[in-house]
Every structure is written in C-alpha cells, then in structure tokens.
C-alpha cells in the first residue's frame, strides 16, 4: 500500500509545476517518434505471425462438417480485436518501451541527472515522465490498430497458402457479425494500457537507488509489476465494458 | 548570502550531520572539507534541498528554503548553479545542448536574441 500511495503521489507530481507547452510539445514529439515510430516494424512482424498462427491453430480445431469454414476467420478477428491487438502487444510493449523507460530513468537518476533538473528548479518527474505518458497514449492505440490489421492480414495470407479456407470465406468471415463496439473496447483498453505501462515503468525507473545492478532490476520490475496491472486492467474492463 | 542553522540529518539510525550552522557570504569562496564519508554531499544537498533535513533550517537572503512551498524553492533553485561529482551531464545531450539546456528552458528570450552554446563556451 505504501507503494501504491507513493505511486499516486508521482502521478500527482507530473501535473504541477509544469515547463512551457513548447518544452513539452517537442519532447512529446521525440517521445512518439521513440516510442511508436520505432516499435512498428516489431509489432507488425509479431502481429502478423500471431494472426497467421490463430488462422492455422482455428482451422486445425474446427474439423466439424457442422461448422462452415467462415467461422475460422470470425474467430481470428474476435481474438485479435479484443484480445491479441491490444493485450498481448501490450506485454511486448511493456518488455520493449516500459524497460527501456525505466532504464533511461533509473540512469539519469543514478548519475544525478535527475538531482541536475531538480537544482535547476525544474519538476523533473513532470518534465521527464509527462512526455513519455503523453507520447504512450497517443502512440499505443495506434500500434494497436496497426497490430490488428496485420494480424489479419497474416491469418488472410496463411489461410490462403495452405487452403485453410479460400479468400471468399476468409473475407466474408471477418466481416459476418463484426460487432463495431468491439473496435471502440480495444481502444479504451489500449489507453488504459499505454497508461498504465507507462506510468508504472516511469514510476519504478524514477525511484532507482543505487548503482548499474539496481537498474537493471528497476528495468525487470517495471516490466513485471506493468504486465501485472496489465492483465489485472484486462479482466476488470472485460467484466465491466462486455 | 546562504545561512545555515542546526542542520542534523540522519539515514535510519546513522547521524550524518549534527548540528552543523554556518554562513556563507556573497562574494567569497567557501570551502567545506573533510575525510571521505564525513557528510559533505549530504550537508550540499541538504543546502540545495535534495535532501530534507531531519532538523535546522536554510536561508538563501533571508528566505527560509528549507520551509519554503514547492513554487517557492523552485524559485530559489532557479538561482543556484551546483557542479556534480560525476558531472551529472544529459548524456542523451551533446555539448552545445548541454550549455543552452537552462537558458532553453529557464529564460524567455525570442529566438533570434538567443545565443548559442558555443558562444558561451
């Protein structure tokens, strides 16, 4: 409880004594390109791959003459939108932009870069760690949607590459029944999860002690304690959204 | 002038200051030595307000900084310049940034009025 309350107490801190907007603006904008520009091609190859393989494991599952084979594609789009899009690419974000914002912060906080902003009168906590929630929020539902359309994408191609089921019924099975609130629940919990990721990983990075082997288990905390809160966010939201 | 009144500073149940007053006059060159270990960061930090006194108080002009609010220590701060052990250098930052960091992001001045980094190098 301690932590937690300490946790909310930084969150508070990000929003008072703020720098100009322009100050924020540009390290808002390095941060996306950081953060989102550069995760792209890792979350297309994982989404692509993880399409194609819900494709070939549905397909390998549902062999019943009673089940028409559209049903392979209805189900690669029910799991990606909700489940795969937005969950499991936030635990590959978590272990390559929450470790790698905690690591930035765990270092600048043990060679007194952070006791340099301080002196300066600057909130360091806000004038770091803003930006990067910022850039996570505005980056992450994107890289979601990015994720989403390459995973079926990928399950489309493998579906057609091993006649699975033909490009008619793929087509024709991602669009039967599409339910369009379902977008708009990935994307909620892609904000809750950009946040949270985020937030926490800043969190755990910002209050570093020690030396190059403490930030390295800052780095593997704020990895565990953000894919933890994750999927604790992910059941509440399916509980309370569906 | 930087006055400094009964500062005492402890971590768990190791005292590191006691008591410690002093002036430092505007103008002059101070020094604070001793042995490795004896409390010199500590009673720099505790004067710079990175670290929070257990007791004493610090006056920058006769400002009381130790008790000052947030807005009002960032204020202060924004007058202090202090030289890290380790540099404490933006690694991410090359030189010139490095040097027009606070004149970047502490001073309103228009564009064309600012003066680069390598000038003041």
Redesign the interface.
């Given at each position: 409880m301690k932590g937690f309350g300490k946790y909310i107490i930084f969150l508070g801190s990000l929003v008072?004594?703020r720098?100009t907007f322009k100050?924020y603006y540009t390290l808002t904008l390095e941060e996306c390109v950081h953060i989102g520009i550069k995760s792209i091609l890792l979350f297309m190859l994982v989404s692509t791959f993880m399409g194609a393989v819900t494709t070939i494991q549905t397909a390998a599952n549902l062999v019943s003459p009673f089940v028409p084979r559209f049903v392979i594609a209805q189900v690669v789009r029910e799991m990606t939108i909700l489940e795969l899009a937005p969950t499991i690419m936030a635990i590959i974000y978590a272990g390559k932009v929450g470790s790698s914002m905690s690591g930035g912060l765990g270092t600048m906080r043990i060679?007194?870069?952070i006791?340099?902003l301080?002196?300066?009168?600057?909130?360091s906590s806000s004038y770091l760690v803003l930006p990067k929630i910022v850039a996570s929020l505005l980056m992450y539902p994107l890289l979601v949607i990015v994720s989403a359309v390459c995973a079926i994408i990928g399950g489309y191609m493998v579906g057609s590459l091993t006649g699975s089921l033909t490009s008619t019924e793929y087509i024709y099975g991602i669009r039967y029944g599409f339910n369009p609130y379902f977008i708009t629940f990935a994307l909620i919990k892609s904000f809750v999860f950009a946040f949270l990721i985020s937030s926490i990983s800043s969190f755990k990075g910002y209050y570093t002690h020690g030396g190059a082997l403490e930030v390295g288990i800052a780095s593997t905390n704020a990895v565990t304690t953000s894919i933890i809160a994750v999927l604790l966010a992910d059941y509440f939201l399916a509980y309370l959204l569906l | 002038m930087i006055k400094i009144n009964n500062i005492s500073k402890s971590f768990a149940d190791k005292v590191i200051l006691s008591g410690i007053s002093s002036e430092f006059d505007k103008g002059k060159t101070n020094l604070i030595i001793g042995s490795s270990g004896t409390g010199k960061s500590v009673l720099l930090k505790c004067i710079v307000g990175l670290l929070q006194p257990n007791t004493g108080v610090v006056y920058y002009d006769l400002r009381n900084f130790t008790e000052a609010d947030k807005e009002m220590k960032s204020e202060i701060r924004r007058e202090i310049g202090m030289l890290f052990q380790g540099g404490a250098l933006f690694d991410s930052k090359n030189v010139e940034e490095n040097v027009m960091f606070p004149l970047n992001i502490l001073t309103i001045m228009p564009e064309d009025e600012k003066l680069t980094g390598l000038t003041f190098v």
């Open positions: 008072v004594r720098e100050t060679t007194e870069q006791d340099a301080e002196v300066m009168g600057i909130n | -």
